[in-house]
C-alpha cells in the first residue's frame, strides 16, 4: 500500500495485482531457506558442525497484549512496535535480495526445538528489512509446541496441519530435539531487490 498517489497513504490499494485461476496458485515451486548459527537465512543446509541458536523463553510474555484502542481501524495506525531484543527471540535473515521476489501461499517453519520448559508457545513472524533499515511486517504463524502433533492425511510441505487433540497433546522431552512444523498463514508480498527477508521466532 501506499505506492499509488491518487489516493492517501495507507489506503489498503496495492501497487499491481495478480489473477489467479485457483488455490494453491499452479505451478507454485516452493522455495526453502535453512536458518543457521550465525543469524543468517541460507539456501544451503547448514553443517552438522554448527550450533543452535537459542534465546529465553518467557511464557508470561504471551499474556502481554497492545492497548491499541481503535489504531487497527485507521489507515495509518498509531502503533509503536518494539524492537526485538537480543536473548529474547531467535532471528534470522536473507542476505540482501539480488532482484524482485514475490511470494505468495502458505509457508511452514520447520523448527527442531529443545526446551526444558515442557511447552512453549511459538510465534514465527516473517517481514522485509528495506535498504533504509525499516521493517514491514508480513504474516505470522503460532503454535504451542504440546500441540505439535501433524495430521499426515492433511499436511503437505507447505502446510502443516496439527491434530489438536487432547489426546496428542504432549510436553516437550527435557534435553531431547523435536520437530514442531508451525503454519505460517497465507500471504502475498513483493520484497523488493535489496530488502532482506527476515523471520524471528
Same mark, same amino acid.
Request: hydrophobic residues 40%.
Given at each position: ?30 522455495? +526453502?531457506?535453512?536458518? %543457521? ?26 499474556? =502481554? ?7 487497527? #481501524? ?7 512496535? @518494539? ?19 514475490? @511470494?505468495?501461499? %502458505? ?15 511459538? =510465534?514465527?513472524?516473517?517481514? =522485509?528489512? *528495506? ?15 504440546? +500441540? +505439535?502433533?501433524?495430521? &499426515? ?11 489438536? @487433540?487432547?489426546? /496428542?497433546?504432549? &510436553?516437550?522431552? /527435557?534435553?531431547?530435539? =523435536?520437530?514442531? *512444523?508451525? #503454519?505460517?498463514? &497465507?500471504?502475498? %508480498?513483493?520484497? *523488493?531487490?535489496?530488502?532482506?527477508? *527476515?523471520?524471528?521466532?
Amino acid at each position: 500500500s501506499g505506492g499509488d498517489p491518487a489516493v492517501g497513504a495507507g489506503a489498503p490499494v496495492g501497487t499491481f495485482e495478480m489473477s489467479l485461476p485457483e488455490w494453491p496458485p499452479p505451478g507454485t515451486v516452493p522455495v +526453502r531457506w535453512y536458518l %543457521h548459527e550465525d543469524g543468517s537465512l541460507q539456501t544451503f543446509a547448514p553443517t552438522a558442525a554448527e550450533s543452535a541458536s537459542a534465546y529465553q523463553y518467557d511464557a508470561a510474555k504471551g499474556q =502481554e497484549t497492545y492497548d491499541v484502542n481503535d489504531s487497527f #481501524e485507521r489507515a495509518l495506525p498509531d502503533i509503536e512496535w @518494539l524492537p526485538w531484543q537480543a536473548g529474547r527471540q531467535a532471528v534470522w535473515a536473507t542476505p540482501p535480495l539480488a532482484d524482485d521476489l514475490v @511470494l505468495l501461499g %502458505h509457508a511452514s517453519a520447520d523448527l527442531w526445538i529443545q526446551s526444558s520448559a515442557g511447552d512453549a508457545d511459538l =510465534e514465527v513472524m516473517l517481514s =522485509e528489512i *528495506r535498504p533504509d533499515g525499516q521493517a514491514v511486517y508480513i504474516t505470522s504463524g503460532w503454535l504451542p509446541a504440546s +500441540r +505439535r502433533k501433524l495430521d &499426515p492425511a492433511e499436511s503437505t510441505p507447505l502446510k502443516p496441519k496439527q491434530t489438536h @487433540l487432547e489426546a /496428542d497433546a504432549e &510436553p516437550l522431552p /527435557d534435553g531431547q530435539w =523435536e520437530l514442531v *512444523r508451525v #503454519e505460517i498463514y &497465507p500471504f502475498a %508480498h513483493a520484497f *523488493r531487490a535489496g530488502s532482506q527477508i *527476515r523471520m524471528s521466532v
